[in-house]
Each structure stands twice: as structure tokens, then as C-alpha cells.
């Protein structure tokens, strides 16, 4: 029986196994069902005590949901147009799904990742990936809203990514697809040595700004996931990379060939200063950075062309392989920074190296090979040791902050949790069904808060009555606070979450902004009283300036608008209390609604094919005479001679 074979064989049984177990699952006592359920109820009134941020997968967008009850809090549009609130829609959020490839109104969200200090979540920002069009997201804590979007050149498969370094100066971001760089037309079987997986170092201000500072060029692998060194090992950042055979066809079989894959350990310190000092080399690659203003509340689009290169072979004792079975996909470093965790997708075993024997073994010369010039590190030389046989298709693993590991295994359909000291396996607790990533709030960090874990499951069955053929999938909460893991609860997750970050509630709620201040609103169409509401036109171009407050808009009433004109919604919502938003919808419009928020303005554009008399309204239920919060637009023939107006109550 060759590999494969065995391979499908031990799926199969796993499957089986799995099912059996799920049907022992559901013979629990009510009284122990009840207890469960005390743990994760939040009585009204009441709040959870951590925020859980799940990438929203290929609904480009990133879903909040409060631990332990596991409700849905909030769903925050970044790569996808969002009609709840009108993001890309809005002629002010526009600009953020700007790309080189045009304006991209979809993306594939999945690795977030919050802000640092120190190696201590600070909950200011979060950042995350998108897979599909390069690029990297930063959405402010403060407002829930996203700030900043920065694509990446010279890249494909933005999914080792974004994964942020312990003092919140770099995202490092792999690159999944190896690709020409410089892209060119070339035959797709001779990609060997020719393509190209460049990692992109992208360096935070102070203020959050993002700036691509520059890409390493590493060999065409495929770079899969990734994480920074912490505390001893800081300065390190380390990437998966399987496809080290640079197949272009059957993957699942032809990529799958050599006995191991890589970790490349990349010292990101040494390659800044590098850069510093003038080395790298200028090329091409063109690439817009969207920047939302939260003082005018617009968003600006700009098209950046170049970026610095470095080969890391000219870069001494920066860059190296490390040895791993087989097909990685996790690489996850343990609070202390001693420990990298390499999780091979066939391999029966998790390999855990030891950083200290990974410096060792650089200053040693300690090599077994190089591939493209780059070293490569004896992997039993690195090796602290091995976790044997826990179990099928490791994928992910985080941390307790109390010594304790705890790994996904996507085939067996389970977590399981293991000594950092002794690496042996210290409980199992099935998943149902197919786990991929799994979260514990801080997990990936210096100060795990070790109470919770989350793991997010690729396959839901029979969890939720039967809505379809596509069911949401299922994240499952256990409590991990005691010796053994306890399931305490499901719930549905929005699109296909591939991995969460967690933190404390109340880090994030006393920097929460409750509404946008008007005296500091500084949009150029703002209307910040009913007496500065006005509607002028420039040839076809007609701009109202228009307020909204319970209940009513200011104008209420407009004539004069003739059919081919271009009509311009300037929306200010004038409460000055926390949530209290009003919306606006206008019949005809090819664009969504649109939500204003307190304090702020907003614009959507309208183009009236039709004579009549038509209505517009507000979506948003704001007070007992919401529905009354309506007003007309005449619009009257092409060439008509119908005077431009406006009134509120005459």
C-alpha cells in the first residue's frame, strides 16, 4: 500500500471515529447539560467578558462575537462593499477597495491580529490579510471601523499574513502562490527556479500608518502561515512553506513528494538594518494605499509605484531553513520564545524546535544543505522534541500562558492538549467536525489570558437545523481553565473563519468612541446646523447638503432636479449621542443604502432616469416617528425650466 493510500485509508477511520463519537456526545445528563449552559450565559444587561475577532474568509469582512456567550456583536466591513452601512458604497469609502487591479469590491479575509506592546495585547488596532487581491488592513478599536488598506506588489496568496511583531513594528506577509517576480509571460512548467515567493515587510508608526518598506525575495515555495519570535526569540520571524518540489500540477499528490518542507527563520532585525544602511535594490511594482480620515471622514486613494528588494542571500546570518514533516501548514511560537512549533499536515508527529539550539546550531554552521543559496539547519540538531502520534493532520497550535500547548487536527477531528515541558499529551477533546485554527484569547502572545478556547470548525453536519445545502460554520467554545478541557457550547460563524483573535473586553471598552464630535468634523460638504443645509447645482452636477436628527432631513423637499442629472446625497447625521445613526435610502439609486453615524457625513450619488416625483427615507428605526422621517424630490424633464428649491416646513 503506497503513502497515499494509507493516507485516504486513515481519514476514512478517523471520519468513522468521529461520527461514533459524536453519537456518545449527545447521552450527556441534563443536570451536566445545564451547568454548561451557566457557564456561557451573560444575563441581560450584562456583558461578555472577551471580544472575539473571526476573519470572515471569503466574505472579505471580519465578524465580532462576545465570549462566553459566543453572540454575534457586530460584523466590521474591510475588503468587501457592505450595504448594512454603506462601506464602498459611499462615495467617501470608495477609495479603501481601490486597487492596481482597479477597484476590487470583494476580498478573502483571514488571519486577524491585534496590536502589541511590549508582547501584551494593547487593543488599539487589529489587523488582517486578504488572500486573494494582497493586502493588509488596519481597523481602529476605537470606532470598529477600517482605517487603512495597503496592497502588496510582486505577490500572490497574501496568506502567511498579518501577523504582527511584539512591539507592533512590522506585519510580515508571505507569499502563498510562487509567482515571476518580475511577473512576465513564461511557460507554466518551467517555473522551476524561475518563480519567485517574496515576503513583504510592512513597518507601523506610532500612529498605526502603514508603509511597505521592503519585500525579501525568497525562493518559490509556497510560504504558508507564520509568526513572530517573542520575548528571547524576538527579532525572528518564522514562515511554513511547503511545495518545496515547485510542482505546478496535482498538487495534493505532486507537492506532497519529499520527506520534509521548511521553516524559514528569518532575523528581520538584520535585513532592516540592512535596508537602513542602503542595500537592497529599487523594482518595479505598483500598488495603491487607502487611508481613511476619521477628521473629514473620507478615505483617499493613492497609486504607489517601486519598492525595495532584497536577495536574502546578501544578507549574512539573516536567513535559514529548518527541516519539517511534512506539508506544514501551522508555525506557532510559545509565550516564552523558546519554542516553534511546526505542525506537518502528514505527519504523525509535531516537531517543536528549541530556539536557543537554532541559534547554536547557526553559530556552529551546523548545515545540512542549502537550497538557492540558503542554508539549511540540521533538523534533529534544532529539535527540542516531538509530540508523538497525537493525533491526525496537525494544523495550528496556540497557548495557555501556564505551559501548556493546544493543537487542532483537522483529519481526527479534535484538540489536544500538551506539555510544553515533558511534550506529552495531557487531554483530547473531540471537535465536530474538521477543526482548522483555533484561538485563545492572547494565545499568540507574551500573556495568554488561558481561560477560553475557541475552535473554529471547517464542517458543521449536524449542529443546525438543516437551512440548506451550505450551513454557517461552527466555532466551539471550551473552558480550559482546569486540568482537562470542557465543551461548553457551538455557535455559527459568517463566512469561513480561518483563524480569530481574542482579548479582554474591557481593554477595548474604555477606549470605545461613542460618537463622532460635529465641531471637529471637518468633511467639506458638512452641514453641522439646519441653517448651513443647501442645494446648488454645477451644470448636471446638483449637491444638497442635507442633516439628518430625530426625526426628520433638512431639506425635506427639493425641486428643480431634472432626469441626466448627477445628484449628490452630502449626509450629516447631527445627534451627538452614542448610537443614535440614521439612514438614508433613495429609490432608484444603483448604490446601497447609507448609515451615518453621530457625528459624521457621508455621500451617495443618484442618477434619475425618470420624471416624477420620488421619495426618499430613513433605514435606520431612530424614534417613535421614525416612519415619518421621509421627504420627496421632483424631478421634472431634461431640458425643463422647473427653478431649483428646497424647503423644510415651507
Not at 476573519?55 to 466591513?77: C, D, F, H, Q, W
Request: glycine share 8%; net charge negative; with cysteine.
Amino acid at each position: 500500500m503506497n503513502k497515499l493510500s494509507k493516507y485516504v485509508l486513515a481519514i476514512a477511520v478517523s471520519a468513522f471515529l468521529v461520527n461514533c463519537g459524536n453519537n456518545n456526545n449527545t447521552k450527556n445528563s441534563s443536570a451536566m447539560t445545564s451547568s454548561k449552559a451557566e457557564k456561557v450565559y451573560v444575563a441581560p444587561g450584562e456583558h461578555d467578558e472577551y471580544y472575539a475577532f473571526f476573519s470572515g474568509g471569503y466574505s472579505g469582512n471580519i465578524t465580532v462575537a462576545g465570549l462566553p456567550s459566543g453572540r454575534m456583536l457586530k460584523e466590521i466591513p474591510v475588503f468587501s462593499q457592505f450595504p448594512t452601512s454603506g462601506y464602498g458604497y459611499s462615495e467617501e469609502t470608495k477609495p479603501m477597495l481601490n486597487t492596481s487591479f482597479g477597484f476590487v469590491p470583494w476580498g478573502d479575509a483571514h488571519h486577524p491580529d491585534i496590536s502589541q506592546t511590549n508582547g501584551e495585547l494593547d487593543g488599539r488596532w487589529i489587523f488582517i490579510n486578504e488572500n486573494n487581491t494582497p493586502r493588509i488592513a488596519r481597523v481602529s478599536l476605537s470606532t470598529f471601523e477600517t482605517e487603512e488598506i495597503i496592497e502588496l506588489p510582486n505577490s500572490a496568496g497574501n496568506h502567511a499574513s498579518s501577523f504582527v511583531t511584539e512591539n507592533t513594528e512590522y506585519i510580515v506577509a508571505g507569499t502563498r502562490f510562487a509567482v515571476p517576480n518580475p511577473q512576465r509571460d513564461m511557460p507554466i512548467n518551467e517555473m522551476k527556479g524561475e518563480f519567485k515567493g517574496p515576503l513583504s515587510f510592512v513597518s507601523i508608526a506610532d500612529n498605526g500608518r502603514m508603509n511597505l518598506d521592503f519585500q525579501l525575495n525568497m525562493p518559490g515555495f509556497n510560504y504558508d502561515l507564520a509568526h513572530p519570535g517573542r520575548n528571547k526569540s524576538h527579532g525572528w520571524f518564522f514562515f511554513t512553506s511547503y511545495n518545496t518540489e515547485e510542482a505546478n500540477t496535482l498538487m495534493e499528490v505532486n507537492a506532497s513528494q519529499n520527506d520534509k518542507d521548511y521553516i524559514a527563520a528569518i532575523n528581520w532585525q538584520k535585513i532592516v538594518d540592512y535596508v537602513k544602511n542602503g542595500g537592497g535594490e529599487k523594482v518595479a511594482g505598483t500598488y495603491a494605499h487607502n487611508v481613511y480620515d476619521e477628521k473629514t471622514h473620507t478615505a483617499t486613494s493613492t497609486m504607489k509605484e517601486g519598492v525595495t528588494m532584497v536577495d536574502p542571500r546578501e544578507v549574512e546570518g539573516a536567513v535559514f531553513y529548518i527541516p519539517i514533516p511534512k506539508s506544514p501548514h501551522g508555525c506557532d511560537v510559545d509565550p516564552s520564545g523558546q519554542y516553534i512549533v511546526g505542525s506537518g499536515k502528514l505527519s504523525t508527529d509535531l516537531s517543536v524546535y528549541d530556539f536557543d539550539k537554532i541559534i547554536k546550531a547557526i553559530e556552529n554552521k551546523d548545515f545540512v544543505d542549502n537550497s538557492y543559496g540558503i542554508p539549511v539547519l540540521s533538523y534533529e540538531n534544532t529539535l527540542a522534541g516531538v509530540v508523538t502520534q497525537p493525533g491526525l493532520g496537525p494544523l495550528h497550535t496556540e497557548f495557555d500562558g501556564k505551559g501548556n500547548a493546544y493543537t487542532t487536527f483537522f483529519i481526527s477531528s479534535e484538540v489536544v492538549k500538551w506539555s510544553l515541558e515533558t511534550f506529552e499529551v495531557l487531554d483530547r477533546q473531540p471537535t465536530f467536525y474538521s477543526v482548522g485554527h483555533l484561538m485563545i484569547p492572547g494565545g499568540n502572545s507574551r500573556k495568554p489570558f488561558g481561560k477560553y478556547l475557541v475552535a473554529m470548525n471547517k464542517i458543521t453536519k449536524d449542529r443546525y437545523l438543516p437551512t440548506g445545502p451550505e450551513l454557517e460554520h461552527s466555532a466551539q467554545l471550551y473552558d480550559i481553565s482546569g486540568d482537562k478541557m470542557e465543551l461548553l457550547s457551538d455557535f455559527p460563524t459568517h463566512g469561513e473563519p480561518h483563524y480569530a483573535a481574542g482579548i479582554r473586553a474591557d481593554i477595548i471598552k474604555e477606549n470605545s468612541k461613542k460618537y463622532y464630535e460635529l465641531s471637529e468634523n471637518e468633511h467639506p460638504y458638512a452641514a453641522k446646523s439646519e441653517a448651513e443645509t443647501k442645494v446648488t447645482r454645477n451644470g448636471n452636477e446638483v449637491h444638497i447638503n442635507m442633516t439628518m436628527i430625530r426625526s426628520h432631513f433638512a431639506p425635506d423637499n427639493i425641486e428643480g432636479v431634472k432626469v441626466g442629472d448627477k445628484v449628490y446625497f452630502h449626509l450629516t447625521n447631527l445627534e451627538q449621542d452614542f448610537d443614535v445613526p440614521h439612514g438614508f435610502s433613495m429609490i432608484g439609486a444603483n448604490t446601497s443604502e447609507i448609515l451615518v453615524m453621530p457625528g459624521q457625513t457621508k455621500t451617495i450619488v443618484w442618477e434619475p432616469k425618470r420624471e416624477g416625483v420620488w421619495p426618499f427615507y430613513c433605514t435606520d428605526f431612530c424614534s417613535a416617528l421614525h416612519q415619518e422621517m421621509q421627504g420627496y424630490i421632483r424631478v421634472s424633464g431634461k431640458n425643463s425650466n422647473t427653478p431649483l428649491k428646497y424647503t423644510l416646513d415651507e
